[in-house]
Antibody, heavy 120, light 108 residues
Framework: QVQLQESAPGLVKPSQTLALTCAVS??????????WNWIRQAPGKELEWIGS???????DYNPSLRSRVTISVDKTRNQFSLKMTSVTVADTAVYFC????????????WGQGTLVTVSS | DIQMTQSPSSLSASVGDRVTITCQAS??????LSWYQQKPGKAPKLLIS???VLKRGAPSRFSGRGSGTVFTFTISGLQSEDFATYYC??????????FGQGTNVDVK
């Protein structure tokens, strides 16, 4: 069974860079065929797709966040990461990592999520 | 941008009830529509993909229908473990993924 686990600092100050990592077990990112995603959910709000990366390194981003977001993959550690620059209080959210389905059209496996609070 | 409008935003129901949620797209999206269940403090769980394909292992009381711009998600015989928030989600080939606003199903 594919399992994903996010790790994050918990508290980030405004204007700083947020960095999260998603460790994958039960599957190898290198095996290919899937998109590895970051999704977030602000308190009481709907889900928002941030972006995705494929095993060959191709990335796609939500246009509303593209200028501040970078997703990378470390196949030797079987994990992928998210960096978001110039954060504000509006970036306070639960951040989820997720593996896409074989069709890439939905999100089949999710991490438990980690709350990141942006506050001075 | 394609907008997804989900309704109702909340509903109250009893165990055994039939519950239907609607998701409307601002333009034709074919069948690129998925449905998720989310419980408080948990990650969403995929139930339906491609508008009507039930995920393996998901209970058969969950079903989805529709194509084009109007989609429905139905729970036939609500169970106690089904009280949760449900989201629709659209995929476009840009790619871009857009979620609906969610429907909270609670106890009547």
């Amino acid at each position: 069974q594919v399992q994903l686990q996010e790790s994050a600092p918990g508290l980030v100050k405004p204007s700083q860079t947020l960095a999260l990592t998603c460790a994958v077990s039960g599957a190898s990112i290198s095996s290919g065929g899937y998109a590895w995603n970051w999704i977030r959910q602000a308190p009481g709000k709907e889900l928002e797709w941030i972006g995705s990366i494929h095993d060959w390194g191709n990335t796609d981003y939500n246009p509303s966040l593209r200028s501040r977001v970078t997703i990378s993959v470390d196949k030797t550690r079987n994990q992928f990461s998210l960096k978001m620059t110039s954060v504000t209080v509006a970036d306070t959210a639960v951040y989820f990592c997720a593996r896409g389905s074989t069709s890439w059209r939905s999100f089949e496996f999710w991490g438990q999520g980690t709350l990141v609070t942006v506050s001075s | 941008d394609i907008q997804m409008t989900q309704s109702p935003s909340s509903l109250s129901a009893s165990v055994g009830d039939r519950v239907t949620i609607t998701c409307q797209a601002s333009q034709d999206i074919g069948n690129y529509l998925s449905w998720y269940q989310q419980k408080p403090g948990k990650a969403p769980k995929l139930l339906i993909s491609d508008a009507s394909v039930l995920k393996r292992g998901a209970p058969s009381r969950f079903s989805g229908r529709g194509s084009g711009t109007v989609f429905t998600f139905t729970i036939s015989g609500l169970q106690s473990e089904d009280f949760a928030t449900y989201y629709c989600q659209h995929y476009s080939s840009l790619p871009m993924y857009t979620f609906g606003q969610g429907t909270n199903v609670d106890v009547k």
